[in-house]
């Protein structure tokens, strides 16, 4: 045996024989301070659930004309909260300070994106509760990061941390909320911020854990699909067929935004108005497509559940569009990533209808894929977070899907702050 060879042999022996201890990182400040950050942001997102359902549950009372006012109303009560207590901004702004503020986030705000986001949320906004958990969680990580004197990456990487948890607690799932937190904030160098990976998976399974507990929540898929069986080769080119249909929908979401936005902002209203106005013209379509209203949770097992006719599929979608559109011009507060999932979900029934040899599961997955990822600028973390919520096993067709959304998307991302900066 050469000499190296031997050298080599005997430090492999010494390593070996070194008593077997545990990893000094698990124990480190660092550690435990992004185990916080999932504690307390599964904590938050935990009694905001639970706030959340129980006003949505009361304010489901009202059917039929009475939703009409009800929404008016509680987009008015959402204007008056931002007008008076602070405007939390949206997600644009989350974005900005994440890149260009150091991942400083300001929970000043906090007060006012809980309070106008529940009225929101809770009445029937076609938004979900993703956007204002994952502002809140986020500004408590920048919160935490601020009392232990962190700077640069490190308080940035405890800001995506505790952006990180928001998304999971709420999707119920740790690698894909991770994921999502740093594609959101810029399509193309996701890779800037990949030093944030571990802490975020670290705050996200924390955080899962919490809201497990306290939501009662179990493992498995959120959305009744039938079982997928692949049936050839082919299904590979179906699901990039499917998400080209997913595509254009995507297209028509963000032009149908563009117009709302334009009307809204055409003559200058106090916030309290264009809510109150908003409010009305959600009630009117909640009114004639009952589906539209709320974001989508509970609403995507009731049209899978549920043999709609063509002509009612086509009404919800366009519906739903529409009614998302109203919700983010007009000063209403909350997410649209799940809306965006019941967009697909309607567009995949309304293709099986149309083509019933299709396999309806295969077309629902790639158009939810497809419009997401062609939106949020998200093609990694989509398909985890589908497979998770669908409970869809086969991968390769989800990713198909959602890198055909991302690379037929506009060229101006509808989250304007993933632009690079001048």
């Known amino acids: 045996m050469k000499l190296k060879q031997k050298r080599k042999l005997v430090t492999y022996l010494n390593i070996l024989d070194q008593p077997i201890k545990f990893n000094p990182f698990v124990f480190s400040r660092t550690f435990l301070l992004w185990a916080l950050v999932g504690l307390i942001g599964g904590c938050i997102a935990g009694l905001y659930w639970i706030v959340l359902e129980f006003f949505t549950h009361k304010l489901a009372f009202f059917e039929g004309w009475s939703v009409i006012p009800v929404m008016a109303i509680c987009g008015y009560l959402a204007g008056l909260v931002i007008h008076f207590i602070g405007d939390p901004g949206e997600i644009h702004l989350m974005v900005n300070n994440i890149r260009f503020n150091k991942g400083k986030l300001d929970p000043k705000n906090n007060p006012s994106m809980v309070l106008s986001s529940l009225l929101c949320v809770a009445s029937g906004g076609s938004l979900g509760p993703e956007a204002p958990l994952v502002q809140v969680t986020g500004s408590t990580g920048s919160w935490l990061g601020k009392i232990f004197r962190l700077k640069g990456e490190e308080l940035r990487s405890l800001s995506i941390a505790g952006m990180a948890s928001g998304f999971t607690a709420l999707f119920g799932a740790p690698l894909g909320g991770s994921l999502f937190a740093l594609e959101i904030l810029h399509h193309k160098h996701a890779v800037e911020y990949y030093k944030a990976i571990i802490p975020a998976l670290v705050a996200s399974s924390f955080s899962y854990v919490v809201f497990a507990i306290i939501i009662h929540v179990g493992l498995g898929a959120v959305w009744n699909l039938e ?153 990694m973390s989509t398909p985890i977070l589908l497979a998770t919520l669908t409970g869809f096993s086969y991968f390769i067709p989800i990713l198909f899907a959602s890198l055909t959304g991302y690379f037929l998307a506009p060229r101006i991302p509808f989250i304007s702050s993933q632009l690079d900066p001048e």
């Open 227 to 379: 079982a997928y069986e692949f049936a050839g080769t082919f299904d590979f080119a179906y699901a990039v067929l499917f998400a080209i249909a997913g595509t254009a929908i995507g297209w028509g979401f963000i032009y149908c935004i563009k117009g709302f936005k334009f009307l809204f902002d055409k003559k200058q209203l106090p916030i309290y108005i264009k809510t109150l106005i908003g409010g009305l013209l959600l009630g009117v379509i909640a009114y004639y497509i009952p589906l539209t209203r709320y974001f989508g949770h509970h609403e995507i097992n009731e049209i899978l559940s549920e043999p709609l006719p063509v002509k009612l599929l086509v009404a919800i979608l366009i519906g739903k569009i529409v009614a998302i559109s109203i919700t983010v011009t007009s000063g209403w507060r909350g997410g649209f990533i799940i809306p965006l999932f019941f967009v697909g979900a309607t567009l995949g029934l309304i293709i099986h209808h149309v083509f019933p040899s299709t396999n309806l599961t295969l077309a629902i997955v790639s158009c939810m894929a497809a419009i997401n990822a062609c939106v949020t600028r998200t093609p």
